[in-house]
């Protein structure tokens, strides 16, 4: 993620006109890499748990490992050693006040549709990154429009992530709850008719997720990455 943003943006003389949106933001970490390297980033965020400690985290740290949390203690399974679950962590291992003075970081709070489908917020952006988000959509086309929206043409949008679409059991659940679960391949076939052209696309080795190294049970994904460029705009429908 961070590479694609240098890779298309690393020669610019002043990072920080080039605006770089995360929505999806989680903890912030991602939007601060690339504060850090002198873009204007803003993170976005929905859950509150997320937010909470990203406040937290970013704004309440006055040096490196200065808070320990033990992460593994709420569970007694799949453990080696009792080292192991006991196993101590010291955050944060960057302080989040020392970024380039010319960069500016900022989070806000909110639904990504609903805080950036503005009429404000069209064309403000050069690249908008998503990682691990775009299956948080009960209707991903929504999510496209936003993302043409707030790019201009030549703009980019990179992302990386799985298709664990959120609200699938819940449309099952609830008849009147939408949601839409499309394929890779669909999904692909989707970014033509949403003003989008794929440059780079891969498959990333299997990820880890929440997983514990010393245990013996691990959750792993296999992410799809791609960047797209904005070629065209297009119009929100009025209903998907």
Not at 117 to 140: G, L, M, R, Y
Not at 162 to 174: G, K, V
Request: aromatic share 12%; glycine share 6%; proline share 6%.
């Amino acid at each position: 993620m961070i590479e694609a943003v240098t890779g298309l943006y690393g020669d610019t003389d002043e990072r920080s006109q080039v605006r770089v949106l995360v929505p999806g933001a989680g903890l912030g970490r991602l939007a601060f890499e690339y504060a850090s390297l002198g873009y204007s980033c803003q993170g976005n965020e929905f859950s509150f748990y997320m937010l909470l400690a990203s406040h937290f985290i970013l704004n309440k740290s006055t040096h490196v490992g200065q808070h320990t949390i033990y992460p593994f203690v709420h569970s007694s399974s799949n453990w080696r050693t009792a080292d192991d679950m006991l196993r101590a962590i010291r955050i944060p291992d960057v302080l989040p006040s020392r970024l380039p003075p010319t960069s500016e970081f900022s989070m806000v709070a909110g639904e990504f549709c609903e805080v950036y489908s503005q009429p404000h917020e069209a064309k403000a952006w050069q690249v908008v990154a998503t990682c691990f988000f775009i299956d948080t959509a009960k209707n991903v086309v929504r999510y496209l429009e936003t993302i043409n929206h707030l790019l201009p043409v030549g703009g980019h949008w990179i992302n990386a992530g799985p298709l664990l679409w959120h609200f699938e059991n819940a449309s099952r659940s609830t008849p009147d709850q939408l949601s839409i679960e499309l394929t890779l391949d669909e999904l692909v076939q989707l970014l033509p008719k949403m003003g989008f052209e794929l440059e780079q696309r891969r498959s990333l080795p299997p990820t880890p997720y929440t997983g514990m190294l010393n245990g013996m049970l691990q959750y792993h994904y296999s992410p799809e990455f791609f960047v797209c460029r904005k070629v065209r705009d297009v119009a929100a429908a009025a209903a998907v």
